[in-house]
């Protein structure tokens, strides 16, 4: 069966330290994969998705950048954060073709 | 582009009452839609999903969802909740492309009361 990590589970990095949360799917080859970001309150933004390896499109304009070295893996990434960057970060995959999506526990980042 | 629009923020409501959530899209073609449940501090789960057939689709525990093209909604509806229905719910509309990009509601908060 399928499964997909993300790690850290909870993070407090400081204004302007870099950041590196991670997401590794199991189970499954050619994924279709995706970072979301969901704010307080608020629903679901997709930051980051990719249909291959080192293909990553952007949905919206930010200081977080992602990347994917390997089919299964997906990394989100940035170089200063800000006190916006706090939320709880969700990475989800889909098999080609297919609409369903699958989520990640998440990672909760709180920037102070 | 598509876009969903979740009417309702909060809905409470009391164990074993009946319960509504809205949902509308608006998409110039054909969509693919989910509800997705999120309990606190996990990540989301499928709950149901409309792709094609039957516009009536039901999950294993007892929610159900109708798909109607002319009102282009796909409201989520519950006979009887229980405590352990306290979540948030999001709706999701998707068109047949590659990439499988899902477009979320902001999502509605269901809080059942004993």
């Known amino acids: 069966s399928q499964t997909i990590h993300q790690w850290p589970a909870t993070l407090v990095q400081p204004v302007g330290s870099p950041l590196s949360l991670e997401c590794t799917v199991e189970g499954t080859s050619n994924p279709n994969l995706y970072w979301y970001r969901q704010a307080a309150g608020r629903g679901l933004q997709l930051l980051f998705y990719?249909?291959?390896?080192?293909?990553i499109s952007s949905e919206v304009p930010q200081n977080l950048s992602a990347s994917r070295p390997q089919d299964r893996q997906f990394i989100l990434s940035s170089k200063k954060l800000l006190l916006s960057d706090s939320g709880f970060y969700l990475c989800?995959?889909?098999?080609?073709?297919?609409?369903?999506?699958?989520f990640g526990p998440g990672t909760r980042l709180l920037v102070l | 582009a598509q876009s969903v629009t979740q009417l309702d923020s909060q809905v409470p409501v009391f164990e074993e009452a009946p319960v509504e959530l809205r949902c509308n899209y608006s998409s110039s073609v054909s969509v693919y839609l989910f509800w997705y449940v999120q309990y606190p501090n996990q990540g989301l789960q499928l709950l149901l999903k409309y792709l094609s057939g039957s516009t009536l689709v039901e999950s294993i525990n007892g929610f159900e969802a109708e798909f109607n093209k002319s009102q282009t909604s796909f409201h989520l509806r519950k006979p009887s909740v229980h405590i352990s229905d306290t979540a948030e719910y999001f709706c999701a509309v998707s068109v047949n492309t590659n990439a499988g990009k899902s477009t979320f509601g902001d999502g509605t908060t269901l809080t059942v009361k004993p």
């Open positions: 989800a995959w889909s098999v080609r073709e297919q609409e369903t999506q699958y």
């Open positions: 990719s249909v291959g390896i080192g293909q």
